[in-house]
């Protein structure tokens, strides 16, 4: 049992030295390419639970390489319009439980999605129902080393991709806000959670509870339990190997989607993580934290996750400037680029179009006539996104100015007829005291082939 860890003031200052590949981008870009061209699939078949205030589904969608993936959508039974959502992670082990567990978060009146994590599901818990139809080389009992010969084949490429989908999913019922979605995930959960992060670039925040699956070069050194001795236990039969393992778990090192992400975390001791972590003797170690057995809930985990929904209401607004309907530039440019990142990626022009007040002016470069009104901009859009089938998009943070004026970078790659090609550029946005763009100017550049635009400035 480790005993030690850096001191407070060293850990504040800690940097990682997990080595990021490469093509890591391209890498993620390509899974989730291949994984789009499934069908989602998402079904949701109520369950007689018995419980008056709460509905329960069990949802079956299609997560990585088309396989089903199983998960609880949990909703107020009074529903009746789109809810702030909950989308939830499990830990290490653990299954989605039963159908009348976890009922915390409808019963405060949000949409809860749990996923269910593929292989796992009985070592506590209510168990789980996905199983992983994958095979791989050899591995040492548990998870940190199935497919670990090959990034292509980790464990954690199946994971982290079907947490992606289950926020498509999650997002697909009609009575869940995209625009309001949370992920939440304590230990494993916790690490799904800021992969997911990184993946998903339109979230409104993301709560990762103690995580794993983080800084594996430190982490596999550091400490002699479970879940990491696993990947020192294998490599004491497959001697040699280090280098080779150490690839493989860096395209799925929480360092680098941590670097990625644009929603705003809220993260409690994101250097620790419970199966790994070194004990201390501080009392702060639980303060504010009540665990349960089973769901592995915590208060403070809840409490982070609840702001998160607060934080970006739903937004449509009255078109007036009056008192209750005021949003600041800062907010509105937020949802601007959120929206934008998930509704460009599925051509979704009717989301697009609740960003824009009905007057709008839109200029897609400077020099070309503009497109005045949302009917004009819509047609312009579809004509746009006719041809275009989208590999990837990120946005920038915007960068907010004086006056309602906000700026933002962005970067797509796609194929436009059957060719790969790049966009980058910058979109410029004034805002109305609605929170809706009264006025918006792109400048962009096209590129053949796939690349990144280079520099650091907003992107990365």
Known sequence: MALFDLPLDELRAYRSDSAEPEDFDAFWSKTLQETREHDL?????????????????????????????????????????????????????????????NLLWASSGRAHFMMDTRGQGSAWGGGGGTPDPVGGAPAFPGFMTRGIDAPENYYYRRVFTDGVRAVEAARSHPLTDPARTVAVGTSQGGGITIAVGGLVGDLAGIAPDVPFLCDYPRAARLTDRHPYREIGNYLKTHRGRTEDVLRTLSYFDGVHFASRGRAPPSSRRPWRTRPARPRRCSPRSTRGRTRTRGSRSTTSTTM???????????????????????????????????????????????????????????????????????????????????????????????????????????????????????????????????????????????????REPTGTLFLN
Do not use: N
């Open 41 to 101: 699939d998402a079904r949701f078949e109520p369950v007689d639970t018995g419980l008056s205030t709460v509905k329960v589904y069990d949802v079956t969608f299609a997560g990585f390489g088309g396989h089903p993936v199983k998960g609880w959508l949990r909703l107020p039974a009074d529903a009746a319009q789109p809810l702030p959502l909950i989308v939830e992670f499990i830990g290490y082990g653990g299954g989605r439980g039963l159908p009348h567990e």
């Open 304 to 450: 982070r996750a609840a702001a998160l929904t607060r934080r970006r209401p739903s937004w449509s607004g009255c078109g007036r400037t009056c008192e209750g309907c005021r949003m600041d530039t800062s907010e509105a440019a937020e949802r601007f680029v959120r929206v934008w990142a998930r509704a460009w990626a599925e051509h979704d022009v009717d989301a697009l179009l609740e960003l824009y007040a009905e007057d709008c002016v839109h200029r897609s470069m400077p020099f070309r006539e503009p497109h005045r009104g949302r009917a004009e901009l819509g047609d312009y859009l579809r004509w746009s996104f006719a041809s275009e089938q989208v590999r990837d998009v990120r946005f920038s943070a915007p960068v907010v100015g004086q006056h309602g004026v906000a700026v933002a970078e962005f970067r797509v790659l796609a194929e436009e007829d059957g060719e790969p090609s790049t966009l980058a550029g910058c979109v410029f946005a004034r805002f109305d005291g609605a929170g809706l763009a009264v006025e918006s100017r792109d400048y962009w550049h096209t590129e053949a082939g796939h």
